[in-house]
């Protein structure tokens, strides 16, 4: 009422007008509405078939990626020994092999020569990929010179390898490397024998271990350390224990707290694994590994050679 009397009405004229006013906005918004709907839905076509094509795409690459790692796994596999051969050189032994990805920077061989057995465990700069390319590198040099040269020493196994390993990285820019192990067991003289590279060996003889380090430099154009490798004599008898190992066990992050396994619980494992029937050994390192890692990553590749003498 109050409107009534006091405001004056804005329209005044036909209220048919009015009317078709109301219907035309009323159209006119539908029709805005239904352009809108169309235009989004055609964007969400688009954009939802440029999505399936990358999908899509992504899947081949992924396939041809996967198909060139597993080339990569055969070709590392084919240049490290196969379980008979190295069974028919050594009659004892376990070669825990756990690589972080489905290629590994982590390398063995085992080879003779002669009288002598060379026993070879190495890491190699990086995992994965380009840690593999190394370790192949690492495998054809050894193939190569071992065939053509008469090794006597792993001291001298190992400066072979370092000159073979140098020269085919002369002409870049890399500075990988590999820190090795290298054992010998001479038949004629029944003594063994050890040289390092940026590595170490532990023997466990009863309740008592020795840890024989090797030189501080590894194989690569990164050492700057122009001395020969040393030659060590191995002290051992019947019944004792020879382990070679790479840094990804001890170096594994895990327990209650997180932190690294260490080098000291890593040879007291190896001193209580010796203890253990010889086919006991190997799932008791794995056990251990697998308690200490739980949830958490696997940081590096794992690897470790374990020898009975009889």
């Keep these: 009422l109050y409107i009534q009397e006091f405001h004056v009405p804005m329209f005044t004229g036909d209220e048919f007008i009015v009317d078709c006013l109301q219907i035309f906005i009323v159209l006119a918004s539908i029709f805005v509405v239904m352009i809108v709907m169309v235009m989004f839905k055609r964007n969400s076509y688009k954009f939802l078939s440029m999505v399936r094509n990358q999908k899509v795409e992504i899947e081949e690459r992924q396939s041809e990626i996967e198909a060139s790692i597993r080339y990569a796994k055969n070709i590392q596999a084919s240049l490290m020994p ?113 040289s390092g590279a940026n590595n170490c060996l532990v023997t466990v003889s009863e309740d008592v271990y020795t840890i024989l380090r090797g030189d501080k430099k590894p194989i690569g154009l990164n050492s700057r350390h122009t001395d020969p490798y040393s030659n060590m004599h191995v002290e051992v008898a019947k019944g004792d224990s020879i382990y070679l190992f790479s840094d990804g066990y001890r170096d594994q992050f895990g327990g209650e707290r997180g932190k690294k396994f260490g080098f000291k619980p890593f040879k007291r494992l190896l001193q209580k694994n010796a203890s253990l029937k010889f086919e006991e050994r190997m799932p008791h390192l794995i056990e251990e590994f697998n308690k200490w890692k739980g949830c958490q990553e696997q940081i590096d590749d794992v690897s470790v050679i374990g020898i009975k003498l009889s």
Aim: hydrophobic content about 40%; glycine content about 8%; charged content about 25%.
């Design 82 to 194: 196969s379980e008979e051969t190295i069974a028919s050189i050594i009659k004892d032994y376990f070669i825990l092999f756990k690589p972080k990805e489905e290629v590994s920077g982590d390398m063995y061989w085992v080879g003779e020569q002669d009288e002598r057995t060379f026993i070879v465990l190495g890491d190699c700069t990086g995992h994965g990929i380009p840690g593999a390319m190394i370790s192949i590198l690492g495998l054809a040099s050894i193939d190569h010179f071992f065939t053509k040269k008469k090794i006597n020493s792993p001291a001298m196994f190992l400066e072979e390898l370092n000159e073979e390993f140098r020269l085919k990285l002369s002409q870049s820019n890399l500075n990988d490397g590999i820190d090795m192990s290298v054992v010998m067991f001479d038949s004629a003289t029944k003594k063994w024998s050890f």
